[in-house]
């Protein structure tokens, strides 16, 4: 368990404040002068970028809009200024931008009151089934807001349905035979393994595992707000000894556990495709960090963990996705049992002698 003496470092005259709805804001104070506010999220690229510049006094950096008013660019740059925008998580906020670029370069210029229904299925029907969703979830959000602001006197995604979901068994689930193989190319004492040993013992998302740090972590437990929750949900987690020992030895970040180079945060994103590459290096070419936390739960769930305590753990809500590994554990267990009395059955069994054939005199 982490000590309650481990130091708990924070960047010189950076501060928290928690605000009366609950939200965590971080602002930047020398000594007793004017607090500079950090928009970005905590333990992100862009938040140390924002902390350094407050340091500096250099003020925050806006764009001036090209965009003609009343076009859909010009929609979407209203857009981010609400509070329907910034209230999303960051990494939805992410995903939403990817898709709003798109839309700007190619339709950008176009009058907002002449997107149609049709416009919105021709942007779905070009895209893979997975990114029309994600489009489609984009695009609703902008309309939305634009309706209730009254931009539009109509939301053309109205009506608009999601391509239909292929069913699968989504991202693989490590191995053991996985892990020894990243341990072997990545001991204790690297970055890459506190990667993974964070991923591991945790059971965290990618977006909350870049953020864990040591200001999450008292009397050995670490509790965060979930990003995909938008931070409404809070989950609790024990630092066990095996990743302790992983992060004593490092190295880790000022701000996170996981870092990449020269200790900088890294986005979820980059992570991703860093922790990618590194399973690649150890023979890993089908492994994610999703995949982690998949064996996550799949062990709580073979140890005896209920719906309820894998809920806790993982920061899900009601019993559908808990419930998968819970039977999924269940029918393993089952099937071990039944197969034992099947041996035993087979062992016990005897069969029928034949009846001795009389000797005749």
């Known amino acids: 368990m982490m000590p309650d003496t481990m130091p708990r470092p924070r960047p010189p005259h950076l501060h928290q404040q928690r605000t009366q709805h609950g939200r965590v804001v971080w602002y930047v104070r020398i000594g007793h002068g004017p607090r500079t506010r950090i928009r970005a999220a905590f333990g992100t690229p862009e938040f140390d970028s924002e902390y350094q510049a407050a340091l500096a006094g250099q003020p925050r950096q806006t764009k001036a809009s090209n965009a003609a008013a009343g076009t859909l660019a010009w929609l979407i740059e209203q857009y981010r200024s609400t509070t329907s925008w910034t209230d999303l998580s960051l990494a939805t906020r992410r995903n939403r931008e990817h898709h709003f670029r798109q839309v700007i370069e190619k339709a950008g210029h176009h009058p907002i009151r002449a997107i149609s229904r049709a416009h919105i299925v021709k942007g779905r029907d070009s895209r893979t089934p997975a990114q029309a969703r994600k489009f489609l979830d984009a695009m609703r959000g902008l309309f939305k807001w634009a309706k209730e602001a009254k931009h539009v006197t109509a939301d053309p995604t109205d009506g608009v349905k999601n391509p239909k979901q292929r069913k ?194």
């Open 168 to 361: 699968g068994p989504g991202f693989p689930v490590w191995t053991d035979a996985d892990a020894d193989a990243y341990d072997k190319r990545w001991p204790i004492g690297t970055k890459e393994r506190v990667w993974r040993d964070v991923l591991f013992y945790t059971g965290l998302r990618r977006g909350d595992a870049v953020r864990l740090g040591r200001q999450h972590v008292r009397d050995g437990v670490a509790t965060l707000r979930t990003e995909k929750s938008q931070g409404e949900m809070i989950v609790s987690i024990p630092i066990l000894p095996v990743l302790q020992r992983t992060l004593d030895a490092g190295p880790i970040g000022d701000l996170a556990f996981i870092c990449g180079k020269a200790g900088k945060p890294l986005t979820k994103e980059s992570f991703g495709n860093a922790f990618k590459d590194a399973c690649r290096a150890a023979g890993l070419h089908n492994r994610s960090a999703h995949g982690c936390r998949k064996i996550a739960a799949t062990r709580a769930a073979e140890a005896g963990a209920t719906v309820a305590q894998l809920n806790a753990i993982f920061g899900w809500k009601g019993t559908a996705m808990a419930s998968l590994y819970t039977e999924a554990a269940d029918r393993k267990r089952l099937a071990l049992e039944a197969m034992v009395k099947v041996q035993g059955a087979n062992e016990t069994a005897t069969s029928i002698p034949s009846p001795d054939r009389k000797v005749r005199d």
